[in-house]
């Protein structure tokens, strides 16, 4: 959506508790942070991701060695799916989710908080980039089952 003040694009990502976060009990921990940062949540579901969808969204990952077991484990229970608008959403989502290897990530991030070693369980995950996060919005969510709303501090959240 646009914003009214600065007239520019808000961005939206997608950001999804994993199945070790959710079993973890971490998902209010995790949407907690995206509030604090005002970041404005637009879409949110719980599912238990379909292989379909899977081989869809990491389509870019389909020839690496550790495929079968991501699939493997992004099935080993459900998903909380969402979308958080905000303005350099994207990016500053990445920051906040920290580095791919929970090993590497540092104090502060979500991974670097909350997960072990094992580089493939790393609690969440968050679109990479404006392109990716559109083209998995769509993936994931349905137009109506995103909410447009103006949230009441949005003016303080812009870009002026
Ligand atoms: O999730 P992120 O964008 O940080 O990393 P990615 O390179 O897009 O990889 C997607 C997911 O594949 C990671 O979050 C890990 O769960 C998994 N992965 C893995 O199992 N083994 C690797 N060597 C790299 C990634
Ligand atoms: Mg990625």
Partial sequence: SVCLHCLTLWERTLI?????GVHRRLVGQIIQRFEQRGFKLVGLKMLKVPEDLLTQHYCQLRSKPFFPRLLEYMSSG?????????????????VM??????????????????????IYRNVVHASD????AQREIQLWF??????NWDCCDQSFTCEL
């Fill in 78 to 94: 459900p998903v909380v799916a969402m979308v958080w608008e905000g303005h350099k959403v994207v990016q500053a989502s990445r």
């Fill in 97 to 118: 989710v920290g580095h791919t290897n929970p090993a590497e990530a540092q104090a502060g991030t979500v991974r670097g908080d909350f997960s072990v070693l094992i």
């Fill in 129 to 132: 980039s404006l392109e990716g």
């Fill in 142 to 147: 349905t137009g109506k089952e995103l909410v």
């Fill in 16 to 20: 999804a508790v994993k199945p070790d």
